[in-house]
């Protein structure tokens, strides 16, 4: 984890305005869109990495791993897994919640693609799916010419 700098301390008063000047930011979001733009201008890519790895182990926690499988898939330390676990147990509840709250999102999603193409037993989505596939990178590349072609 990235350090503050130690020989340009901040006095207490500060720190409590920063930090709360973020949580004001963030619960200001309107959507993922919002928040995916936010934390690429805000964050090193290796600092989000970071970030999306502790609450990987998070939702693993809740979903009963053992550090030994959460340590083999996401390759973080046990000392990483020990951390997020203490708080993740004796903090104030808001990683677990909302770690509990992404898992069973996944799940109804999951779910509901089940039964979607549960209900298409026999039909052969090969050529369509790479049919949607093609379109969509045809779509992306169209918007990359647009947007160098703004840009120059």
Request: proline fraction near 2%; hydrophobic fraction near 40%; avoid cysteine.
């Amino acid at each position: 984890m990235p350090r503050v700098s130690k020989n340009r301390e901040l006095d207490t008063e500060k720190q409590k305005l920063f930090i709360d000047d973020f949580y004001s930011a963030v619960t200001s979001l309107k959507d993922k869109k919002e928040v995916r733009e936010f934390f690429e201008d805000l964050l090193t890519p290796e600092e989000k990495l970071m970030l999306g790895k502790r609450f990987q182990v998070a939702m693993m926690l809740h979903l009963g791993y053992i550090w030994e499988e959460i340590d083999n898939r996401v390759k973080v330390t046990q000392g990483t897994i020990a951390g997020i676990y203490r708080r993740f147990k004796h903090g104030v509840g808001g990683l677990a919640k909302i770690a509990e709250r992404i898992v069973e999102l996944k799940r109804k999603k999951k779910k509901e693609i089940e039964e979607k193409f549960s209900s298409m037993k026999g039909v052969n989505l090969g050529p369509k799916l790479i049919q949607a596939g093609i379109g969509l990178l045809i779509q992306e590349r169209k918007r990359l010419k647009k947007k160098k072609s703004i840009l120059s």
